[in-house]
Every structure is written in structure tokens, then in C-alpha cells.
């Protein structure tokens, strides 16, 4: 039986990118790009070959695997794993780029700012600071070469290879025999004599004025070219000349040249220094804080780097919100990190919190949303809107706070394109229905009929004809002159959705009544629709093989295409109108429509006043917004008569037969289809008054009349003598007549009835009484 030895290279669960290597530092290691084979995150590797004849080298790359392996700090290159065998040494580290080839690729895009070299030379002196005064630890190689930078712009410090102990323990440090290198070295370490007093961390802080110098100014030629600044800032150059002054003895302490970049005034003392300082101790900062901080961040957002948003600001805020319980602030610096994501990305990472964040009961978190959905509305699919976004949003309709229910009219817009069958034609309608019948503030019942205006283009056909012209209808008679201009723009704004019957017969009698309206701005629109109605209806008159194509989208299925003309009328009213919606609610509360009338509108002299109209007081129930027909008209008045008449109402007398009671309204609404309630279709004009004479009596301007007859007076002549009018015909003069004997005979039947019920009841009243005799002493006997 054979056996065959396993291969550690190819179980390691890490793989080398094909592509070239990174480089590295100086030295045998090589850098590549990897991935994780289980879940392909990418890595950086590490790759040492053992050669034979170099076991010195060898000693010191392990001693590095060592140290990085055992070094755990935020600034220090993350350790993720490790192989070592007899031919070579493996080490996984966090996705990282060497700081030589991040600086040139971002001085190809336009270079750093120094905000983000600012910060970045702040880690660097921290982890010195760390390995010098808390580890005991000289670093001994710090160089370009030596830092690396991962994906957030965070930069590493790495190059642990000639690391040694400040201690004297383990001997002193190792030589490195690469001239690359050692150009680095102060000049003391060149002085043989040893009669330089110096701490143990001015060797390293020498070498950080070198780094420092070559981050500026490019790559450093040799040590005299220390003396010139060059570009370093004029805040960094008085700290940077102590690094590299000849006297080891005053370069300062690493913690100490941190506390004097961050004084007043100082090259670290700025607003994106002071963000990744408190985001690394966000864990233990106080509530108010970090609500402070949140509040404050979206202003600096900025001006920071986009990397630095999306791979650091963005996990922190996401954090806060899953378990720091920071609430609605961290909503804007969010959404405005997430511009910066992909689709795909901005799917894994935003959505699902936003998706939470709308089950929330927090009023303020609830209004931001909607403030803001127009920034992730689009990353959001159909069935997360309709099962767990619209729910929760229908809840701000019914909400007693006057901006969260504007806010949830407003959002409409950006969900309605995405709303399915039942939730766009039967919930969102019902809503909209008692907003704009009943809503006690008037700005919000003018955003409901601008916003039915814009999204009239998705609601199905059947929807259409049932509640567009009604819901307008209902607008122009509004107490809330915004209002009556918004029902006038609806209706333009949905001109191709009407049929010519309905364009003649419903419409331009509602818009001709607002031609008389106390309001400048809604006759102004009024005559505007009335022009745009009489344009098309005359086009079809002259060629009526324009209809098919004037009414094509009449009974077409909903379509995002047909709201185009929405976004161009409707749109003045949203920007016009809604912009001061929150001033309008504070400084004009309007009542309910169920409390308001109608402002009378001026008559002409000669005419008679025309009695008050009042808003209808009825609620209005789901799917409430249908139009009234004539024919269905007769058939309420006889319904509601037979009700009336179906009651025990004594000796009572109607003071006005054709007056319809709040009671008769009340019990006509709880009818399954009585959505004629709130919206009711204008009265038949009044007759003309005594003495209007007939068209054929005037004399137009012509010759003199001839002894020839006119024949519009033979008309007139002949409708007088001829037989029983028709209720339908268009040639009958006498309506005032006809209805007003319709009505006599009514009430004369209903009095009838009553008087013959009263008759009845007191009949069977004697009946009882004189079947059981006299009553008992003692006893009561009630009717």
C-alpha cells in the first residue's frame, strides 16, 4: 500500500491571485493578492521562499511571522493566518495596497488632500507610539516600504522584520545588509564612538521624518536632502525639523508628537481627524454624543474621501443603528453614504435596515424616511414595497401629526409606480378618499388630489372612471382655495384619461362654475383647462376620425408613459402649493370640510342669487368616489321616499318636500356602492327668470323681420300645442313644471301613507284596550 504525503500549499485555505505580484518590502518577502477559497474575500499574502545558504534571512523572516502573528493594534498590519513549512512561509493579512503604489495610482486621479495624509501619518505615529511606550518594541524599519494601505484608506504599519526588544533582551538588532534600507538610519548609528546620548525611540522617529519627507516629496535621494522641507506644510515643518535634527536627544517621544500635530492650529487638528478618532472609541462614548455626532457628520461627509465613507463610516453606521439604538440621525449621513454604493452593494447592506426602520414606531425616524425615499426608492423591489414598506406607511394616513400624514401623501409619488393591483387601487384609494373628504387641514387635502393628479397614469382603467372626475369634482368645491386649483390642474394634468361624453357632460360644467371664483389663481386656471376641454372637443367635432386616437387611452391599462402631461400640471401644484404646506397648516388651520361651506362666488346683476352650497358633510368609505348618473338620481329619491315612508312618523308634515334630511343621507351611505354621497354632480341650471325672451324674439342685427314666420318661434309654437313631453327631451321649456309636480305628487303619496299608518295604529291601540277590559288598581299598563 502507498501513501502519499499531503500537500500544506494546496489544503491552505487561501489561494494566490494569478495576477503579478504587488511587490513588498525590501527583503525576500514578495506580496500577492489572494482570496479566501470558502467565501472568495480577498487577502493579502505574504510569500517567503526558504533558499539554502540564507538561514540568516530565514531567522528573520520567521521572527517576523512571529511578531505579526502575536501584534494585535488597530494601526498595525491585521494578522489573519499563517503557513510555514521547510520550503516556505505563508502570512494572510487584511486586503492591503503598499503606500508607494497607493500614492502614485491616487496622484494619476488628482492626488491626496491633506486631510487624508493627515490622519494617515497619525496611525503611523500611533502604532510607534504603541510598540515604543507600551511594548518595549523598536521598529527598526520604518520606510515607505514598510506601511501599506487597505480598502478604507486606513494606513498599516508593517515590516516587523528587524523588530527588537528596547529591553536589551535578545541581543541587539539584526542587521539587514540591504542598502535600501539602511539609508534610513540616523546618522549616531553611523557614529562609531557611541558618544550620542539618545532615547530608544529616536532611531525610529528619524526614520519617521524620512517617511514623512518622502510622502511629499517623492523618494528620498539621500540624507542631506532632509534639510530642505520642499513641500511638507507649514504647520507640519517645526514638528518635522525636531524628527530629523542632529541631536537625538530632543526628538520627541512619539505620543508627544502626536499631542503637538493636534494642538491648535497644528497639521492633525482637523474635522477628519477628530471623525476617525471618535468613531474608534464610539463603543464607550456617551448617548448625547454620539447623537451630536450623527447630527454633525452629514455636513462633513463631503469632503472626505469616498472610500473612507463606504468602508469605515458606513459599518459604524450601521452598527449604531442595529445596536446603539441612535434612532432617525443616523438616517442622512446613511443615505448619503450610500450614494456612493453600487446596486448590488447597496442591496446587501442599506436595504435591509431601511426595510426595518419602517416598522419603527419613532415619529422622527418615520417623517425622515419618507423625506428621504426618493434616495433609495429605487434600490427597492415590488415585493418588499408591497409586503413590508406600504403597511407600515399606510399608518401615517391615519397618524395624528398633520406633517407625517402630509409626508405619507407626498411619498405616494415615489411608491405608487411599484404598488401592485389591490394595494394602488383599493387601500392607497380609501385613504386618499377620507384624506381629501375629511381631512381637517387643508394644504393636505390639496397634496391628496395633486397627488391622485400625478399617479391618475398607473391606476387601472375601471379606477380611473370611477374616482378621477369625482375626486376633482369634489376639489374644486373645496373651502381651501389651493385646493380648487389643484382639482382644475387634476383634471388638465389627466385630459387624455376622460372620454369626449365625460370631457362635455362632467367636466366642463365643474370648470365652467369656477369662472366665477372668488380667487384670481383658480379662475386663472379654470379658463386655462376650460380652453385646453373646448380645444379638443372642437378638434373632434371638425374630424371625428380623431376620436379613436383622442380617447386611446381611455380605457388603456395602466402605464408610467401616459403621466406625462401629470408631471407638467400637476407639477406647479406640488411646488407651488405644497412648499408651504407646514406654514399653511401653522398659520391658517382651515376646518374640516364636513364644518365648512363653500365661499359664495359673485353674481352678475340681473340674475338671482344661487342658494349656498356646502361641502357634503357624509364620510366618505372606500372606493366613495363615483359619479353620479341622472338615472340613478331618480332612483335614490324614490329608495330614500320609500324609506322615509316605511317609518312611524305621526301627524308630522314636510316643511319642504324636495329638502333631503341629514337622516336620509345617513341611511343612503350604507349602501354597498353609494359612492355618489360625497361627490355630487352639479344641480340642472335654474330656469331663466320672467321676461327672458326666446333666441328667435331677438332681433340680431339683421334686415327688419318679413311677414315670413321665424321658424325657431314655430318651433316654440308648435312644443306648446304638441303632445306629452318626454323626461328626456332636450326641447322641453317647462322643467320647473315637470319637478315641481313631481314633487307634489311625492309628498301627497308620502302624506297618505303616514295618515292612513296613523289611522291603522290607532285602531289597533282600541282593539287592545277594549279586548282586556279595565285596568287594575295598582297597576300601570304601558303603550
Request: hydrophobic share 35%.
Amino acid at each position: 500500500m502507498w501513501f502519499f504525503a499531503r500537500d500544506p500549499v494546496r489544503d491552505f485555505p487561501f489561494e494566490i491571485s494569478p495576477e503579478l505580484p504587488e511587490g513588498g518590502p525590501p527583503g525576500p518577502w514578495v506580496l500577492h493578492r489572494g482570496r479566501k477559497k470558502a467565501t472568495g474575500s480577498p487577502v493579502s499574502i505574504f510569500v517567503y521562499d526558504v533558499k539554502p545558504g540564507v538561514e540568516e534571512q530565514t531567522q528573520v523572516a520567521k521572527a517576523a511571522f512571529k511578531r505579526l502573528k502575536t501584534l494585535r493594534h488597530p494601526n498595525i498590519l491585521a494578522y489573519i493566518d499563517g503557513l510555514e513549512t521547510d520550503r516556505c512561509l505563508h502570512i494572510v493579512t487584511e486586503a492591503v495596497t503598499p503606500l508607494g503604489a497607493y500614492l502614485k495610482a491616487r496622484a494619476e486621479a488628482g492626488g491626496l488632500r491633506e486631510l487624508e495624509l493627515s490622519w494617515g501619518l497619525h496611525q503611523i505615529v500611533k502604532a510607534l507610539s504603541f510598540l515604543v511606550n507600551d511594548c518595549s518594541l523598536i521598529h527598526n524599519n520604518v520606510c515607505m516600504a514598510a506601511v501599506f494601505v487597505d480598502r478604507a484608506g486606513e494606513w498599516k504599519l508593517g515590516g516587523l522584520d528587524y523588530m527588537y526588544s528596547a529591553q536589551g533582551n535578545g541581543g541587539g538588532p539584526p542587521r539587514k545588509g540591504i542598502p535600501e534600507l539602511e539609508q534610513y538610519d540616523p546618522p549616531e548609528l553611523a557614529d562609531g564612538s557611541g558618544r550620542a546620548v539618545r532615547e530608544k525611540w529616536s532611531a525610529d522617529m528619524w526614520r519617521l521624518g524620512c517617511l514623512i519627507w518622502e510622502v511629499f516629496n517623492g523618494p528620498l535621494p539621500r540624507a542631506a536632502a532632509l534639510r530642505n522641507p520642499g513641500k511638507i506644510p507649514k504647520s507640519l515643518v517645526p514638528h518635522y525639523c525636531e524628527l530629523v535634527g542632529a541631536n537625538p536627544k530632543v526628538r520627541p517621544n512619539p505620543a508627544r508628537f502626536l499631542q503637538n500635530c493636534r494642538a491648535p492650529g497644528g497639521f492633525m487638528n482637523n474635522r477628519f481627524v477628530e471623525t476617525n478618532l471618535f468613531l474608534e472609541e464610539i463603543q464607550i462614548k456617551e448617548p448625547a454624543e454620539k447623537q451630536k455626532f450623527f447630527q454633525e457628520l452629514s455636513n462633513s461627509l463631503d469632503s472626505f474621501p469616498e472610500d473612507f465613507c463606504r468602508h469605515k463610516v458606513l459599518p459604524q453606521l450601521l452598527t449604531a443603528f442595529e445596536f446603539g439604538n441612535a434612532g432617525a440621525v443616523v438616517l442622512t449621513p446613511l443615505f448619503k453614504v450610500g450614494k456612493f454604493l453600487g446596486a448590488e452593494e447597496y442591496q446587501q447592506k442599506i436595504i435591509p435596515v431601511v426595510v426595518k426602520m419602517f416598522s419603527s414606531t419613532d415619529r422622527a425616524m418615520r417623517i425622515r424616511l419618507l423625506q428621504q425615499m426618493e434616495q433609495f426608492i429605487q434600490y427597492l423591489d415590488e415585493p418588499t414595497v408591497n409586503t413590508q414598506i406600504f403597511p407600515h406607511v399606510m399608518h401615517g394616513f391615519l397618524d395624528t401629526n398633520p406633517a407625517i400624514r402630509e409626508q405619507t401623501v407626498k411619498s405616494m409619488l415615489l411608491l405608487a409606480p411599484k404598488l401592485n393591483e389591490t394595494n394602488l387601487n383599493v387601500e392607497l384609494m380609501k385613504h386618499f378618499a377620507r384624506l381629501q373628504a375629511k381631512d381637517e387641514q387643508g394644504p393636505i387635502r390639496c397634496n391628496t388630489t395633486v397627488c391622485l393628479g400625478k399617479i391618475g397614469s398607473y391606476l387601472s382603467a375601471s379606477t380611473r372612471h370611477r374616482v378621477l372626475t369625482s375626486a376633482f369634482s369634489r376639489a374644486t368645491k373645496d373651502p381651501f382655495a389651493p385646493s380648487r386649483v389643484a382639482g382644475v390642474l387634476g383634471f388638465a394634468a389627466t385630459h387624455n384619461l376622460y372620454s369626449m361624453n365625460d370631457c362635455a357632460h362632467k367636466i366642463l360644467p365643474v370648470l365652467c362654475s369656477l369662472t366665477v371664483d372668488p380667487e384670481r389663481s383658480v379662475r386663472d386656471q379654470a379658463f386655462k383647462a376650460i380652453r385646453s376641454f373646448l380645444s379638443k372637443l372642437e378638434s373632434v367635432s371638425e374630424d371625428p376620425t380623431q376620436l379613436v386616437e383622442a380617447e386611446k387611452d381611455v380605457h388603456a391599462a395602466s402605464s408610467p408613459g401616459m403621466g406625462g402631461a401629470a408631471a407638467s400640471w400637476a407639477g406647479w401644484a406640488v411646488t407651488g402649493v405644497s412648499s408651504l404646506t407646514s406654514k399653511l397648516i401653522r398659520a391658517h388651520p382651515t376646518a374640516a370640510p364636513a364644518e365648512t361651506n363653500v365661499p359664495q362666488r359673485p353674481v352678475p346683476e340681473g340674475l338671482p342669487a344661487p342658494a349656498p352650497t356646502p361641502v357634503p358633510a357624509t364620510p366618505t368609505t372606500s372606493g366613495h368616489w363615483e359619479t353620479q348618473e341622472e338615472s340613478k338620481d331618480a332612483e335614490e329619491d324614490s329608495t330614500a321616499a320609500d324609506r322615509w315612508d316605511d317609518e312611524d312618523w305621526g301627524s308630522l308634515e314636510t316643511s319642504n318636500p324636495g329638502h333631503k334630511s341629514q337622516e336620509s343621507d345617513w341611511s343612503s351611505w350604507e349602501a354597498e356602492d353609494a359612492w355618489e354621497q360625497g361627490w355630487q354632480e352639479p344641480s340642472p341650471p335654474e330656469p331663466p327668470p320672467e321676461g327672458t325672451r326666446l333666441a328667435s324674439e331677438y332681433n340680431w342685427g339683421g334686415p327688419e323681420p318679413s311677414d315670413k314666420g321665424d321658424p325657431f318661434a314655430a318651433l316654440s309654437v308648435r312644443r306648446e300645442a304638441g303632445a306629452q313631453p318626454r323626461r328626456d327631451s332636450w326641447g322641453d321649456d317647462n322643467w320647473e313644471g315637470l319637478e315641481a309636480e313631481s314633487r307634489q305628487a311625492k309628498a301627497e303619496l308620502a302624506r297618505k301613507k303616514r295618515e292612513e299608518r296613523r289611522r291603522e295604529m290607532e285602531a289597533k291601540r282600541a282593539e287592545k284596550k277594549t279586548a282586556k277590559g279595565p285596568m287594575k288598581l295598582g297597576t300601570r299598563k304601558l303603550d
